[in-house]
């Protein structure tokens, strides 16, 4: 499977600097993933986010791409994004329960 690199992100960062995944709520909600011994950060970077799936409680993946919509079409990982921009840009929709 093809994925699209931006052009802010040509190299993902080291797991250890990817704050807000959680690996082991990722692998608890997605026992696919699990069951086939994938790294869980690797898969969502790579995989998971393309497919709507949230890398922790704290974060909406599809909430935050829909709230976002010029990120969803610039094809950027929407946690990534955040992370590196969206929180200094007070961005909106990463919350699993907004308001909670």
């Not at 992370?83 to 929709?93: F, M, Q, S, T, W």
Request: include cysteine; aromatic fraction near 12%.
């Amino acid at each position: 499977m093809l994925w699209r690199i931006t052009h802010w992100s040509r190299k993902l960062p080291p797991p250890a600097l990817v704050g807000g995944f959680d690996p082991v709520y990722y692998l608890g909600k997605n026992p696919d993933v699990a069951a086939e011994g994938c790294d869980p950060l690797e898969h969502y970077l790579h995989f998971g986010w393309r497919e709507g799936r949230d890398p922790s409680a704290e974060f909406s993946t599809r909430g935050y791409l829909s709230a976002n919509p010029d990120v969803e079409r610039a094809g950027v990982n929407p946690l990534l994004h955040y992370r590196e921009h969206g929180l200094a840009e007070r961005r909106r929709g990463w919350q699993q329960k907004p308001g909670a």
